[in-house]
């Protein structure tokens, strides 16, 4: 069949290769799109910046008989999922261009960047205030000062990262600081002398009150909500759970000693109505305040007084549970039918090379 039969024709953006790779990605999650696209009558391929031509785009399709990628010439697609991992190769003009040339001629392109976690609690707070930790954006030693003089401890958190990259914990007692790396290095600093430090979180940083979430075997816990577009509201598709190695691991990624547990054994804590209303409430404000919006995680941690939302990030890493992944799978094909309704006439035409 031609692809110019296929629909919808969905093009995954990724970033360019290197160190022998053709593009930079998760390539078993795309192979399974393509997958799925494929049994449903459509067509999935990979491509980078560089692929795309005045009239066609050269992008990546997977042959299961060579077991390997190959390049394929490909019309334009009818829908853009985003997941280039690099904020840098999103800043650059190639990129801004491309976008809003996409946009311009009305094809569907989500997620349009990473998320900047500020920006993101300031959109939240105006509807979802009070599942928010208290926050505020340091500019120097003396905001820390000022956030724990009313509090003992607080997270230190990059604006523009992910994953548990680059987070610290800070206590405060009488005389001296203690900071906490995401490796578990623990310093004390005086508090006379702290100010004079030279540490990253003096710029580019918020702070966030820590919260005091419940555990599981005297282990701290959170919840992976991942949620997707369907029709006109957000749905939660699926809820992981992640166990800190310890009680003192700033993070519970399991790339830092976390490990996986299963929701139903903590099912019984939360409410899925009111994880359900967070989520939808969210995607609204997310949509309303920065575009096309097609999924989106929560790291979500479970109090006394009910959830709490830690962070939201705009691109998803594939679940570990494969019964997450394989719906998530099902659902962004849906959304991709969905968002590409009415666009196939507006990509190019032209006979495939």
């Known amino acids: ?182 490796d578990g290095t623990c310093e004390f600093f005086d508090k006379q002398v702290f100010a004079a430090k030279k540490f990253p979180f003096f710029d580019g940083y918020l702070m966030q009150e820590e919260m005091a979430a419940n555990t599981f075997n005297h282990k701290k816990y959170d919840l992976r909500l991942l949620a997707l577009l369907s029709g006109n509201d957000f749905l939660i598709c699926g809820i992981g759970v992640r166990l800190a190695a310890n009680n003192q691991t700033l993070t519970t990624h399991v790339r830092n000693g976390g490990s996986i547990l299963s929701f139903e054994s903590v099912a019984d804590r939360v409410s899925m109505e009111e994880l359900q209303l967070i989520v939808k409430t969210a995607g609204r404000e997310l949509v309303t305040h920065f575009g096309q919006i097609g999924e989106f995680s929560m790291d979500i941690g479970v109090t006394e007084n009910g959830p709490v939302i830690y962070e939201v990030n705009s691109k998803p890493m594939s679940f570990d549970e494969s019964h997450i992944q394989t719906h998530r799978i099902d659902k962004l094909s849906d959304l991709f039918l969905q968002l590409s309704a009415g666009t196939s006439s507006l990509r190019s035409q032209l006979p495939l090379r």
Request: with cysteine.
């Open 1 to 182: 069949m031609s692809l110019l039969l296929c629909r919808p024709i969905v093009g995954i953006l990724t970033g360019e290769g290197g160190q022998g790779k053709i593009f930079h990605g998760d390539g078993t999650y795309f192979k399974s799109l393509q997958r799925k696209m494929k049994a449903i009558g459509g067509f999935c391929y990979v491509f980078t910046l560089s692929g795309v031509k005045d009239r066609h785009v050269e992008g990546f399709a997977f042959s299961m008989k060579k077991q390997q990628w190959a390049k394929v010439s490909c019309p334009y697609p009818d829908v853009i999922y985003n997941r280039i991992a690099s904020r840098d190769e999103e800043s650059r003009e190639h990129f801004q261009l491309f976008k809003e040339q996409l946009i311009s001629a009305q094809i569907p392109f989500f997620n349009p960047f990473f998320f900047d976690k500020w920006k993101v609690h300031q959109v939240l707070s105006k509807s979802l205030h009070s599942y928010l930790p208290y926050t505020e954006k340091v500019h120097s030693a003396l905001d820390i000062k000022s956030f724990l003089s009313s509090r003992s401890c607080a997270y230190l958190k990059p604006l523009r990262s992910s994953q548990g990259k680059g987070i610290y914990r800070i206590r405060s007692s009488v005389h001296h600081y203690e900071v906490t790396s995401v």
